[in-house]
């Protein structure tokens, strides 16, 4: 299927789809465009010749053994409100992405979500995993972007008098733009780097050394994962394998949350 074409509600009850098809769910009004990410394999962290990578991102090979759906753009405010009520965010406008919601704000939502019934048969909404965020946003990429190895504000919405790969400064819009406005990545995803950083389902800890399959990080702890950077961010806090980390009451003008749908065996 096209990378462009809506899929039927039917059709994601079959075993063959291809990266980035993409499913539209109404829900309370409001359309939620989904992308697919297909399993497979690939190198989460990144390479100790990655510029100024940091010691948390231990490059290992990671194994999803099970398809998910991401959504193509993070959460924006007309979805939030449609299952929440409110709006909480700083910067005030229905295509815009939510922000100012903690990680508890975000649990909070997926519950209500799936409270609804409205996630396709054999699925459930969740936060996506790190693993999971990685894989999509780097969609077959090894770069420390997935368009390349530079970013000045140009490619996404950061704060560009810091840029990464190029000493050459661009825009700093200093707030959210529209979700979708820059271009996608390979699988249909938009702002998987910049706009909004992106709370996961996981707490923060070290990545093994050697090979995983289906990590869903470590068991405890007091620290949350957010993935992506945003418009307040630097370029180099925008890398695929970048890791931010916040205690799960934290809110902030460019912390927000993008949502997926995974097997309800996960």
Not at 11 to 17: G, L, N, S, V, Y
Not at 105 to 112: G, M, Y
Not at 198 to 205: I, L, N, P
Not at 227 to 246: F, Q
Request: aromatic share 12%.
């Amino acid at each position: 299927m096209p990378i462009h074409e809506v899929a039927e509600i039917s059709a994601i009850k079959t075993t063959a789809r291809a990266a980035g098809e993409r499913f539209v769910l109404p829900i309370n009004g409001v359309e939620y465009p989904f992308r697919w990410c297909p399993s497979g394999t690939f190198m989460m962290g990144s390479p100790p010749s990655e510029q100024d990578r940091d010691d948390d991102e231990t490059q290992h090979q990671v194994t999803l053994t099970q398809g998910f759906w991401m959504g193509e753009t993070a959460v924006t405010q007309s979805m939030w409100k449609s299952v929440m009520g409110n709006n909480p965010s700083d910067f005030k406008r229905d295509k815009l992405p939510v922000e100012q919601v903690s990680w508890n704000d975000c649990r909070e939502f997926i519950v209500k979500l799936n409270r609804l019934g409205v996630a396709p048969q054999g699925f459930k909404f969740a936060l996506p995993t790190e693993a999971q965020w990685e894989y999509a946003c780097r969609a077959g990429t090894a770069t420390p972007f997935s368009f390349g190895s530079v970013l000045n504000g140009d490619k996404a919405n950061c704060n560009g008098n810091y840029p990464y790969g190029t000493t050459t400064k661009r825009k700093n819009l200093g707030k959210t733009t529209e979700a979708g406005l820059y271009p996608a990545n390979a699988w249909g995803l938009y702002d998987m780097h910049g706009n909004v950083c992106e709370w996961c389902s996981d707490w923060y800890g070290d990545y093994p050394a050697g090979n995983v399959t289906d990590p869903m990080g470590v068991t405890d702890g007091s620290i949350r994962v957010s993935r992506g950077g945003g418009w307040y961010s630097s370029a180099n806090g925008c890398r695929s394998a970048y890791r931010g980390i916040c205690v799960p009451l934290f809110r902030h003008f460019s912390l927000g949350l993008r949502v997926s749908l995974v097997s309800e065996s996960k």
